[in-house]
């Protein structure tokens, strides 16, 4: 295992004016991508939305997507149907799926895009075991009840697992990145995320990705600590690793 870590804040966001031809300007920060980690990933974003504003629908033609909402309230249209949608809410968009978002709410709806090779764009994913091909589809899941989502229930590519994570006071959990690479958000609370040779403090909007061969502990802090993470298959070549 290696030493190494991807940190982002949301601090400095760009304007997105019209976002996928929507309504309004958005606001958007990159927390990681392909080019920063091993896997088919596309990136990992945190987008912002003002009350009234949208992002316009559009079609997945070469990736699959999760979209975990972060706060506020609105209505993801699926393939022409809508769904409300709020805090605590995973979006699964698989290939060939259409879809939009719209600010339905008072304050701004924030939300993660976690957006990744689709099957059969990328030789670089692990295959994904033939018993789920038929299994795949576009959902609105409550995640804050399921706490644990298995990627392969619904989408064919790399992605493998979403969870919402609550560490109690001084409680840890570590994130190895052996076969799957991670990326996990801050929610709530502090802490701290540490590896042999650094600590990172965590609060609200952090976000730390986990590359390849890669770890981290995370600790809770004296109020609890809650994130959001989700984890990738990774090739065991990645990298050109040995």
Known sequence: MVDRLVVTTLDEPSLVYEMHGGEKIAQWKCLAR??????PWEAVECSWLPPGGA??????????Q???????????????????????????????????????????????VIEVSGPGMTGAAPPTPDRHARDV???VIKLREV???????????????????????????TLVADDQEHVLFTLGGTGHAVTR?????????????VPFRGGVTVQAGPQGLEFFVVSLAVPANAGGAK
């Open 66 to 112: 999760f979209d975990y909402i972060v706060s506020g309230s609105g209505v993801m249209t699926i393939d022409g149907t809508d769904h409300p949608v709020t805090a605590g809410d995973l979006i699964t968009t698989c290939l060939g799926t259409r879809h939009g978002i719209r600010n339905v709410g008072t304050s701004d709806l924030v939300w993660l």
């Open 137 to 139: 589809r576009a959902e």
């Open 197 to 209: 040779s650094a600590t990172v403090p965590l609060r609200q909007g952090v976000s730390v990705g």
């Open 147 to 173: 706490r644990d989502v298995d990627a392969l229930e619904y989408l064919a590519g790399p992605l493998r697992r979403a969870r919402l994570v609550h560490l109690s006071p001084t409680e840890t959990e």
């Open 34 to 39: 392909r080019n920063n980690l091993f896997g």
């Open 55 to 64: 992002s316009g629908e559009h079609l997945h033609s070469r990736t699959e």
